[in-house]
């Protein structure tokens, strides 16, 4: 988990945020796109971030069961 405080922004329509240089707007996907991340644990977003993500850009809520 980071420690930095994540700020959102809107880019051609989609909600997201910098990550490392990769602007991330599937808050449940890798930078890459392979694998399945924790929004919260992983990214180190609010809980309120991931809820305004799912609905600004359509996204499904992904659950792990581990």
Known sequence: MTNKKIKLEKLDGKLGFDYYGTFITDCFESDCGRFVMD???????????????????????VVCIQ
Do not use: A, W
Not at 39 to 61: H, R, W
């Open 39 to 61: 929004p919260i644990k992983d990214y180190g977003l609010t809980d309120s971030q991931v809820k305004q993500m799912i609905k600004t850009n359509n996204l499904q809520e």
